[in-house]
C-alpha cells in the first residue's frame, strides 16, 4: 500500500526535482503527465529543466492531481512551487569550467505594458510558432514584420515573443540588425560573431568566412527549440546565414523593407492603428480619466500623432510627467505644420511632431536640467553607430561623465533616447533622424566636426591604454599623443579587448563618417591606427586593421615622413600574409624598411628585418631569410632592445632548424630563452619554447621538441595561462605519437581538450580532436577514430575550412579500409 506521506528531506529538493520525482514514480513520460494535466509538453520540460520556478498555483495543483499525489505531498508540491518548502542546499565545491553548461540566453528587451490593439497580428504570428507538440514541423518556423519607421513593428514582436516564451524553453537570441539609420548596417560576420557568442562561443573561436560561421551557427542551434528576434533587418541577403537550420527554432524578423523573397515566411504588414487603438494607447499611457474628460482633443492628438505609437508613446509620456497639464496645450503644439513632417501621410507622419513637441517641452522648461538635455540632443545625434556610451557622450558633451549621466537618463525619462543597457544608450532612428536636423540648424559644420573629433580621441586614449597592457614592449607606445585621465580603468588585459569589442563597430563606423569629413586629413585616423594595433593583432582583426591602416596611410600622403608613416607602412604587410599574400607583404616590409633607413630609426629597422626573415623563410628563400634575421639581431644589440633581441633569436633558431644546423639552431633559441629569463620576462620564456619546439617538429627533431615543449607546459603552469597550456599539450601529443608512443599522445590530448573547453577554444578543441583520430587510427582502433573524426568536421566546419577538409579526407580515407600510418604533418599545427 503506498505510504500517505511526504517525501523525505524536503528542504534538500527543488520544484524540478521534486517534479521529475513524483513523474517518475508515477511511470509517466513529459508527453503523458502534460495530457493528463491538460498542459503543453513543454510547460512540462520547462518545469523540471528549472527554468521556471514559480508556476501558476493552478499548474500546480491540476499536476498533483494527474500525479495523484496523497495530500501531504500535494502540500509539499504546493510549498515548493510557493517557495516556501525549498532552503538553500549547503555550497557545493566549485565545478570544474569545463564542464560548466553554457547559461540559456533569454535577451528578448521587456514588453510594453501597454500593448494595445494589433490582436489579429499577434494571433497569426502565435498561430504560426506555437506548436502544441512543440517539434514535428518539417523546417524552421518564420514570420517577418514589415512597415514604416515608428509603426510598432519592434514592439509587436516582442510582445508575441514573450508569448512564445514556454514553446522556445532552450532560449530566446534577440539581435539588433541596424538595417535602417545612420551608418552602415550590421553585417552579417558581424551579426554572426554577436549571436554565436550568445550561445557561449568564446570571439577568437568564431570564423571570419560568413559561409564558415552560418554552418557553426547552424551547428550551435540544432536540436534547440530557440526563438530568434532578428530586429531592423535590411533585406533577405542579410537574414538568411543568421536562422537555424533544422526544425524547433523559429524566428521573428522586423524590417522596413519587404521580405517577400525569404523562403517559406509568413509576411505581416504593419499599417497605422485605427483610431480606436490609437486612443485607447493614449488611454492606456495617460489614463482613463484624462482621456474621458477630454474626448475630443484624444481624439485630435490621436489624429496629430499620425496613429503611429512612437509618436503616440512620445507625446502620452510627456503628458503622463505633466499630470496637471490639459490635452488640448499638446494639441494646440501639434497644429503649427511646421512642427510636423510635410505630408501627414508620409512615412514620418507625426513622428516628427512628437519629437519637436517633446523637444520644445524640455525647452520651455523651468528645470535647469531640461533646458541642458535639449541643448545636448544635436550634439549626441553626430556620430554614426548602433548605440552611445556614456564615457564616449561625455567627450561628446565635453562635460563631466556623471552630468553627461543625469543628462542621458532625462532624455530617456522623455523617451528621446533609449537606455539598452547600463551606460549604454540608444537613438531610435527617426528621433536621431529629427536630431541631426536640429545639429544642422543649431550648429556650424566645424562644431559638428568637433564633436566627432573628441569621440575619435577618446577611442585612441582607449586603444592606447589596451595596447599597453596587451603590448607592453611595442615600439608604437611611444608615438602616442593622445591620452585621457577617464578612461575606464582595464584590470587586465582580456578586460581592455572585451571593452573594444564592445565599441568596435561603433568605433569603425565613426572613423568611417570622419573620413566623409575635414577630419580624413588630420593626424587623428593614422593615430587610431597605430593604437588600435595592439587590439587587432590580439584579437586577429585583419579587416579591421586593413581598412584602418588604409586610411590612416591615406592621411599621411601629404605630410611630412615620419616614424609613423614608417610603422604604418610596416603594420599594412600583417594583412596581407595573414591572409595568405605573402610576397604582397614582403614588398610592404621591404618599403618600411627603406623608409626607417632614410629617417634613422635603428629599432624600426631591426622590426622590419625581423618581419623578413619570417616572411622570406616563408616562401623557401633560407639563406635571405637568415641574413634578415642575422641583421635584425645585430640591430637590435646595437639599440640594446632585449625584447627584439630574443625575437630575432628565435627566428635565427628556425632558420638554422631548416638549414640542418642544429647545434647553431640550439644555441639561438637557449639565447633566446635566457634573455626572457634574465629580464623577468616569462610569459616570453614560454613562448620562446613554445617556438622551439615548432621548428623541432617541423624538421623531424621529435624528442627534442618534446623536451623543449615540456619546459613552455611548466612556465605556463605556473602562470596560469591556460592557452599556452592546451597549446602544449597539443605539440606534446604530436611529439609523442610521432615517435610511436600513441597511449602518451592520447593522454596529451585529453589534457589539451580539457583546456580547450575551459577556454571555449572550438578551433584548438577541432583539431584536437582531428589529432586524436589520427593517434587512434595508427593504433588500430578505426571506429574509435572515425567517431573522433566527426567530431572534429563538426566543430572545424565551422571553424578552420582547411582543417576540415583535412578532416574530411582522412575520414574518407579510413571509410575506404585503406592502412593508416601515421605521419607527423604540419597541418596538425
Not at 532552503?87 to 540566453?105: G, L, M, N, Y
Not at 580624413?520 to 593604437?531: D, F, K, Q
Not at 590580439?538 to 599621411?556: C, H, K, P, Y
Not at 592520447?746 to 586524436?772: M, P, S, T, W
Amino acid at each position: 500500500m503506498r505510504e500517505v506521506t511526504a517525501l523525505s528531506e524536503p528542504s534538500a529538493l527543488t520544484l524540478s526535482e521534486l517534479l521529475r520525482t513524483f513523474r517518475t514514480r508515477a511511470g509517466l513520460t513529459q508527453a503523458a503527465l502534460a495530457e493528463k494535466a491538460g498542459l503543453s509538453e513543454q510547460a512540462i520540460s520547462v518545469l523540471e529543466r528549472g527554468t521556471r520556478s514559480r508556476p501558476r498555483m493552478d499548474t500546480i495543483r491540476g499536476l498533483s492531481k494527474a500525479l495523484d499525489l496523497t495530500p501531504a505531498e500535494a502540500d509539499q508540491f504546493l510549498a515548493v512551487a510557493r517557495g516556501k518548502g525549498a532552503h538553500p542546499r549547503p555550497p557545493s565545491t566549485p565545478s570544474d569550467p569545463a564542464t560548466e553548461a553554457v547559461p540559456t540566453p533569454w535577451q528578448l528587451p521587456p514588453a510594453a505594458p501597454d500593448f494595445t490593439g494589433r490582436a489579429a497580428q499577434i494571433d497569426a504570428i502565435l498561430s504560426v510558432l506555437r506548436s502544441p507538440e512543440g517539434a514535428g514541423r518539417p523546417a524552421v518556423a518564420i514570420v517577418t514584420v514589415t512597415g514604416m519607421g515608428g509603426i510598432g513593428k519592434t514592439t509587436l514582436a516582442v510582445q508575441a515573443a514573450h508569448k512564445l516564451a514556454d514553446s522556445y524553453p532552450d532560449g530566446n537570441l534577440y539581435l539588433n540588425l541596424r538595417g535602417y539609420g545612420p551608418g552602415a548596417p550590421m553585417t552579417t560576420a558581424d551579426a554572426q560573431r554577436q549571436l554565436l557568442r550568445s550561445v557561449g562561443l568564446a570571439g577568437d573561436s568564431i570564423p571570419e568566412d560568413v559561409d564558415e560561421a552560418a554552418a557553426l551557427l547552424r551547428s550551435q542551434l540544432a536540436g534547440r527549440r530557440v526563438l530568434l528576434l532578428l530586429d531592423n533587418a535590411t533585406d533577405v541577403a542579410q537574414i538568411l546565414p543568421l536562422l537555424p537550420g533544422s526544425a524547433g527554432a523559429a524566428a521573428i524578423i522586423t524590417s522596413r523593407g519587404s521580405l517577400v523573397n525569404l523562403p517559406g515566411a509568413r509576411q505581416i504588414r504593419l499599417d497605422a492603428l485605427s483610431e480606436s487603438e490609437a486612443v485607447e494607447l493614449i488611454s492606456g499611457v495617460i489614463g482613463q480619466d484624462r482621456v474621458a474628460a477630454e474626448p475630443e482633443a484624444t481624439e485630435t492628438l490621436a489624429k496629430y500623432s499620425g496613429r503611429l505609437p512612437l509618436a503616440i508613446r512620445l507625446i502620452g509620456g510627456r503628458l503622463a510627467t505633466r499630470p496637471t497639464w490639459p490635452i488640448r496645450h499638446f494639441v494646440d503644439l501639434l497644429k503649427d505644420e511646421g512642427r510636423r513632417l510635410d505630408s501627414l501621410g508620409s512615412d514620418e507622419t507625426g513622428v516628427r511632431a512628437s519629437i519637436a513637441s517633446s523637444v520644445h517641452f524640455l525647452e520651455t522648461s523651468d528645470r535647469d536640467l531640461d533646458r541642458e538635455a535639449a541643448q545636448a540632443l544635436p550634439l549626441l545625434s553626430i556620430p554614426d553607430g548602433a548605440d552611445l556610451l556614456t564615457a564616449v557622450a561625455a567627450r561628446l558633451l565635453n562635460l563631466p561623465v556623471r552630468r553627461t549621466g543625469t543628462i542621458l537618463e532625462r532624455l530617456v525619462d522623455v523617451s528621446l533616447l533609449e537606455s539598452v543597457a547600463p551606460d549604454r544608450y540608444r537613438f531610435h532612428d527617426l528621433i536621431r533622424a529629427y536630431a541631426r536636423e536640429l545639429a544642422e540648424q543649431t550648429l556650424t559644420s566645424a562644431e559638428r566636426d568637433e564633436g566627432l573629433a573628441r569621440v575619435l580621441r577618446f577611442y585612441i586614449a582607449a586603444a592606447w591604454a589596451c595596447q599597453a597592457i596587451t603590448h607592453p614592449g611595442s615600439p608604437r607606445l611611444p608615438l602616442a599623443t593622445i591620452h585621457d585621465d577617464h578612461l575606464p580603468v582595464f584590470r587586465d588585459d582580456e578586460e581592455s579587448l572585451r571593452w573594444l569589442d564592445d565599441e568596435l563597430r561603433n568605433l569603425m563606423d565613426r572613423f568611417r563618417q570622419a573620413k566623409q569629413t575635414p577630419l580624413s586629413g588630420t593626424v587623428l585616423i593614422p593615430e587610431l591606427a597605430l593604437a588600435m594595433f595592439g587590439y587587432h593583432e590580439a584579437r586577429r582583426r585583419w579587416n579591421e586593421m586593413s581598412e584602418l591602416g588604409e586610411g590612416a596611410l591615406v592621411a599621411t600622403q601629404h605630410r611630412r615622413l615620419d616614424a609613423a608613416t614608417a610603422w604604418l607602412q610596416h603594420d599594412s604587410a600583417i594583412p596581407e600574409a595573414e591572409n595568405g599574400d605573402v610576397t604582397t607583404a614582403v614588398d610592404k616590409i621591404t618599403t618600411a624598411l627603406a623608409m626607417f633607413r632614410k629617417i634613422g630609426d635603428l629599432l624600426g629597422e631591426a622590426r622590419c628585418c625581423s618581419s623578413l626573415a619570417y616572411l622570406v623563410g616563408l616562401l623557401g628563400r633560407l639563406d635571405e631569410a637568415l641574413e634578415y634575421a642575422e641583421e635584425a639581431l645585430r640591430l637590435s644589440r646595437l639599440i640594446k632592445d632585449t625584447t627584439l633581441e630574443g625575437v630575432s633569436l628565435t627566428a635565427v633558431g628556425g632558420l638554422y632548424d631548416h638549414k640542418g644546423d642544429y647545434v647553431s639552431a640550439d644555441q639561438a633559441f637557449a639565447d633566446a630563452v635566457a634573455l626572457a629569463e634574465q629580464t623577468g620576462d616569462t610569459r616570453s620564456a614560454s613562448k620562446r619554447y613554445i617556438n622551439a619546439a615548432l621548428s623541432h617538429l617541423r624538421v623531424g627533431r621529435f624528442e627534442d621538441a618534446a623536451l623543449t615543449v615540456t619546459e613552455s607546459l611548466r612556465i605556463s603552469g605556473l602562470l596560469g595561462d591556460l592557452i599556452a597550456q592546451s597549446e602544449a599539450h597539443h605539440l606534446l601529443a604530436l611529439a609523442t605519437a610521432s615517435m610511436g608512443d600513441y597511449e602518451q599522445a592520447r593522454g596529451h590530448v585529453g589534457a589539451g581538450l580539457q583546456l580547450a573547453r575551459r577556454r571555449r577554444d572550438a578551433i584548438r578543441e577541432g583539431r584536437l580532436y582531428l589529432e586524436l583520430a589520427r593517434i587512434d587510427a595508427a593504433d588500430g582502433k578505426r571506429r574509435v577514430a572515425i567517431d573522433n573524426l566527426r567530431r572534429a568536421i563538426a566543430i572545424l566546419n565551422g571553424t578552420s575550412a582547411v582543417q576540415a577538409a583535412d578532416a574530411r579526407a582522412l575520414l574518407a580515407e579510413l571509410e575506404s579500409g585503406r592502412p593508416f600510418t601515421y605521419t607527423f604533418t604540419a597541418h596538425s599545427l
